[in-house]
Protein backbone atom coordinates (compact mmCIF):
# COMPACT_ATOMS: atom_id res chain seq x y z
CA UNK A 1 0.00 0.00 0.00
CA UNK A 2 0.93 3.17 -0.92
CA UNK A 3 1.94 5.12 2.47
CA UNK A 4 1.85 9.54 2.28
CA UNK A 5 2.96 10.29 5.51
CA UNK A 6 2.36 13.95 6.95
CA UNK A 7 4.52 15.21 9.83
CA UNK A 8 2.12 16.43 11.76
CA UNK A 9 -1.46 15.86 12.39
CA UNK A 10 -2.34 19.15 14.64
CA UNK A 11 -0.04 22.35 14.88
CA UNK A 12 0.11 25.47 16.23
CA UNK A 13 1.80 28.48 15.38
CA UNK A 14 1.47 32.41 16.15
CA UNK A 15 1.46 35.11 13.30
CA UNK A 16 4.36 35.95 11.54
CA UNK A 17 6.57 32.64 11.97
CA UNK A 18 7.72 30.77 9.57
CA UNK A 19 5.90 27.57 9.39
CA UNK A 20 7.24 24.21 7.49
CA UNK A 21 5.15 21.00 6.84
CA UNK A 22 6.89 18.16 5.84
CA UNK A 23 4.87 15.21 3.58
CA UNK A 24 7.47 12.23 2.88
CA UNK A 25 5.77 9.09 0.29
CA UNK A 26 7.20 5.95 -0.03
CA UNK A 27 6.01 4.57 -3.44
CA UNK A 28 8.78 6.07 -5.53
CA UNK A 29 6.09 8.59 -7.24
CA UNK A 30 6.78 11.26 -9.53
CA UNK A 31 4.38 13.87 -8.71
CA UNK A 32 3.27 14.93 -5.42
CA UNK A 33 0.62 18.22 -4.38
CA UNK A 34 -0.05 20.49 -1.67
CA UNK A 35 -3.97 21.58 -0.69
CA UNK A 36 -5.71 23.04 1.97
CA UNK A 37 -9.17 22.46 2.59
CA UNK A 38 -11.90 24.78 4.53
CA UNK A 39 -15.54 24.46 4.81
CA UNK A 40 -17.48 25.61 1.79
CA UNK A 41 -14.72 25.44 -0.70
CA UNK A 42 -13.34 22.17 -0.89
CA UNK A 43 -9.99 21.07 -1.86
CA UNK A 44 -7.87 24.25 -3.12
CA UNK A 45 -4.43 23.54 -5.24
CA UNK A 46 -1.50 25.31 -3.77
CA UNK A 47 1.43 23.60 -5.37
CA UNK A 48 2.74 20.71 -7.24
CA UNK A 49 6.15 19.39 -7.93
CA UNK A 50 6.48 16.62 -10.89
CA UNK A 51 9.85 15.45 -10.48
CA UNK A 52 12.81 16.73 -8.11
CA UNK A 53 13.47 20.20 -8.06
CA UNK A 54 10.30 21.25 -10.47
CA UNK A 55 7.39 23.14 -9.04
CA UNK A 56 4.45 24.21 -10.36
CA UNK A 57 1.90 26.97 -9.06
CA UNK A 58 -1.72 25.52 -8.42
CA UNK A 59 -4.86 27.70 -7.76
CA UNK A 60 -3.96 29.51 -3.87
CA UNK A 61 -0.13 29.97 -4.46
CA UNK A 62 0.36 33.46 -3.01
CA UNK A 63 1.82 33.31 0.88
CA UNK A 64 3.24 29.80 0.40
CA UNK A 65 6.37 28.25 -1.07
CA UNK A 66 7.89 24.38 -1.49
CA UNK A 67 10.66 22.53 -1.84
CA UNK A 68 11.55 19.09 -3.50
CA UNK A 69 15.05 18.21 -2.57
CA UNK A 70 14.35 14.92 -3.04
CA UNK A 71 12.12 13.01 -4.67
CA UNK A 72 10.40 11.18 -1.63
CA UNK A 73 9.95 14.55 0.18
CA UNK A 74 7.83 17.58 -0.33
CA UNK A 75 7.60 20.78 1.84
CA UNK A 76 5.28 23.04 2.26
CA UNK A 77 6.22 26.46 3.83
CA UNK A 78 3.94 29.24 4.84
CA UNK A 79 6.75 31.94 5.09
CA UNK A 80 5.02 34.88 7.42
CA UNK A 81 2.10 32.61 8.81
CA UNK A 82 -1.59 34.83 8.93
CA UNK A 83 -4.46 33.90 10.64
CA UNK A 84 -6.33 33.45 7.14
CA UNK A 85 -4.11 30.23 6.92
CA UNK A 86 -5.74 28.17 9.34
CA UNK A 87 -6.57 25.28 7.44
CA UNK A 88 -6.30 21.67 7.24
CA UNK A 89 -3.86 20.97 4.76
CA UNK A 90 -3.42 17.65 2.47
CA UNK A 91 -0.34 16.37 0.64
CA UNK A 92 -1.08 13.86 -2.00
CA UNK A 93 1.21 12.01 -4.48
CA UNK A 94 1.01 9.76 -7.82
CA UNK A 95 2.81 8.14 -10.52
CA UNK A 96 3.70 10.34 -12.99
CA UNK A 97 1.08 10.95 -16.17
CA UNK A 98 3.13 8.25 -18.47
CA UNK A 99 1.85 6.96 -22.05
CA UNK A 100 1.58 2.99 -21.21
CA UNK A 101 0.82 0.32 -23.70
CA UNK A 102 -1.46 0.26 -26.40
CA UNK A 103 -1.00 4.44 -26.61
CA UNK A 104 -3.50 4.82 -23.39
CA UNK A 105 -2.40 6.86 -20.57
CA UNK A 106 -2.14 5.71 -17.42
CA UNK A 107 -4.71 6.93 -14.76
CA UNK A 108 -3.41 6.25 -11.56
CA UNK A 109 -5.20 8.44 -8.58
CA UNK A 110 -3.51 10.44 -5.95
CA UNK A 111 -2.91 9.32 -2.57
CA UNK A 112 -3.18 10.73 0.04
CA UNK A 113 -1.52 11.87 3.82
CA UNK A 114 -3.50 12.18 6.92
CA UNK A 115 -3.70 16.12 6.59
CA UNK A 116 -2.01 18.61 9.28
CA UNK A 117 -4.66 20.91 11.01
CA UNK A 118 -3.00 23.99 11.25
CA UNK A 119 -3.86 26.87 13.68
CA UNK A 120 -2.52 30.51 13.30
CA UNK A 121 -3.09 32.70 16.48
CA UNK B 1 -12.71 24.67 -19.22
CA UNK B 2 -12.33 21.21 -17.43
CA UNK B 3 -14.66 21.30 -14.13
CA UNK B 4 -16.77 18.49 -12.16
CA UNK B 5 -20.31 19.47 -10.00
CA UNK B 6 -21.71 17.45 -7.74
CA UNK B 7 -25.08 19.09 -7.11
CA UNK B 8 -26.05 17.97 -3.39
CA UNK B 9 -24.62 19.33 -0.56
CA UNK B 10 -25.64 16.68 1.47
CA UNK B 11 -27.53 13.18 0.87
CA UNK B 12 -29.78 11.30 3.80
CA UNK B 13 -29.99 7.25 3.66
CA UNK B 14 -31.50 5.65 5.88
CA UNK B 15 -29.37 1.80 6.24
CA UNK B 16 -30.23 -0.87 4.20
CA UNK B 17 -31.47 1.47 1.42
CA UNK B 18 -29.57 1.89 -2.02
CA UNK B 19 -27.42 5.41 -2.37
CA UNK B 20 -26.46 7.17 -4.79
CA UNK B 21 -24.26 10.45 -4.88
CA UNK B 22 -23.79 12.61 -8.21
CA UNK B 23 -21.33 14.08 -10.24
CA UNK B 24 -21.44 15.52 -13.29
CA UNK B 25 -18.37 16.48 -15.24
CA UNK B 26 -17.13 18.48 -18.14
CA UNK B 27 -14.07 17.79 -19.83
CA UNK B 28 -12.32 17.96 -23.62
CA UNK B 29 -11.54 14.42 -24.78
CA UNK B 30 -11.73 11.50 -22.52
CA UNK B 31 -12.83 12.02 -19.32
CA UNK B 32 -10.81 10.42 -16.15
CA UNK B 33 -12.64 10.55 -13.64
CA UNK B 34 -12.39 9.26 -9.43
CA UNK B 35 -13.72 9.13 -6.53
CA UNK B 36 -13.06 9.85 -3.16
CA UNK B 37 -14.08 8.92 0.35
CA UNK B 38 -13.11 11.11 3.75
CA UNK B 39 -13.87 10.72 7.06
CA UNK B 40 -13.46 12.85 9.85
CA UNK B 41 -10.23 14.51 10.53
CA UNK B 42 -8.83 12.14 7.68
CA UNK B 43 -7.05 12.12 4.52
CA UNK B 44 -8.91 11.28 1.37
CA UNK B 45 -8.95 7.61 0.05
CA UNK B 46 -9.54 6.75 -3.34
CA UNK B 47 -12.47 4.46 -3.64
CA UNK B 48 -12.24 3.73 -7.43
CA UNK B 49 -11.63 5.50 -11.17
CA UNK B 50 -13.17 5.37 -14.54
CA UNK B 51 -12.14 2.93 -16.91
CA UNK B 52 -12.38 3.44 -20.19
CA UNK B 53 -15.56 1.24 -21.86
CA UNK B 54 -16.55 0.28 -18.19
CA UNK B 55 -19.91 1.58 -17.83
CA UNK B 56 -20.20 0.52 -13.91
CA UNK B 57 -17.22 0.32 -12.63
CA UNK B 58 -16.59 -1.34 -9.06
CA UNK B 59 -14.54 0.05 -6.04
CA UNK B 60 -13.64 -0.87 -2.67
CA UNK B 61 -16.01 -1.06 0.32
CA UNK B 62 -18.99 -2.83 -1.82
CA UNK B 63 -19.00 0.94 -3.82
CA UNK B 64 -19.49 1.48 -7.79
CA UNK B 65 -19.99 4.10 -10.41
CA UNK B 66 -21.84 4.28 -13.01
CA UNK B 67 -21.01 5.76 -16.20
CA UNK B 68 -23.15 7.76 -18.25
CA UNK B 69 -21.58 9.53 -21.38
CA UNK B 70 -24.09 11.26 -22.88
CA UNK B 71 -25.40 12.64 -19.69
CA UNK B 72 -21.63 13.29 -18.51
CA UNK B 73 -22.28 11.74 -15.36
CA UNK B 74 -20.39 9.41 -13.15
CA UNK B 75 -22.61 8.61 -10.56
CA UNK B 76 -21.29 6.96 -7.09
CA UNK B 77 -23.76 3.78 -6.09
CA UNK B 78 -24.26 1.34 -3.69
CA UNK B 79 -26.97 -1.13 -3.29
CA UNK B 80 -27.17 -1.26 0.67
CA UNK B 81 -25.88 1.71 2.59
CA UNK B 82 -23.99 0.95 6.19
CA UNK B 83 -24.15 3.42 8.79
CA UNK B 84 -19.95 3.62 9.02
CA UNK B 85 -20.48 4.60 5.24
CA UNK B 86 -21.10 8.31 6.94
CA UNK B 87 -18.38 10.27 5.50
CA UNK B 88 -18.00 13.21 2.64
CA UNK B 89 -17.22 11.77 -0.78
CA UNK B 90 -15.77 13.66 -3.53
CA UNK B 91 -15.93 13.12 -7.43
CA UNK B 92 -12.54 14.72 -9.06
CA UNK B 93 -11.45 14.32 -12.96
CA UNK B 94 -8.17 14.78 -14.60
CA UNK B 95 -6.90 18.24 -16.01
CA UNK B 96 -6.80 17.29 -19.49
CA UNK B 97 -6.75 21.17 -21.05
CA UNK B 98 -3.09 20.56 -21.86
CA UNK B 99 -2.64 16.77 -22.59
CA UNK B 100 1.18 15.56 -22.09
CA UNK B 101 1.82 18.83 -19.75
CA UNK B 102 2.90 18.80 -16.65
CA UNK B 103 -0.53 19.87 -15.43
CA UNK B 104 -2.14 16.43 -16.76
CA UNK B 105 -1.42 15.34 -13.04
CA UNK B 106 -3.53 17.44 -11.69
CA UNK B 107 -7.16 16.31 -10.37
CA UNK B 108 -10.18 19.25 -10.69
CA UNK B 109 -12.07 18.41 -7.51
CA UNK B 110 -15.79 18.77 -6.77
CA UNK B 111 -16.88 20.32 -3.56
CA UNK B 112 -17.69 16.87 -1.84
CA UNK B 113 -21.30 15.73 -0.93
CA UNK B 114 -21.92 14.32 3.10
CA UNK B 115 -23.26 11.33 3.29
CA UNK B 116 -25.55 10.61 6.26
CA UNK B 117 -26.72 7.29 6.42
CA UNK B 118 -29.17 6.75 9.89
CA UNK B 119 -29.96 3.59 11.09
Known amino acids: DVKVTQSSRYLVKRTGEKVFLECVQD?????MFWYRQDPGLGLRLIYF???????EKGDIPEGYSVSREKKERFSLILESASTNQTSMYLC????????????????????FGDGTRLSIL | AQSVAQPEDQVNVAEGNPLTVKCTYS??????LFWYVQYPNRGLQFLLK??????LVKGSYGFEAEFNKSQTSFHLKKPSALVSDSALYFC?????????????????FGQGTTLQVKP
Open chain 1, 92 to 111: ASSLGWRLGQGGKYSNQPQH
Open chain 1, 27 to 31: MDHEN
Open chain 1, 49 to 55: SYDVKMK
Open chain 2, 27 to 32: VSGNPY
Open chain 2, 50 to 55: YITGDN
Open chain 2, 92 to 108: AVRDMSNPGSSNTGKLI
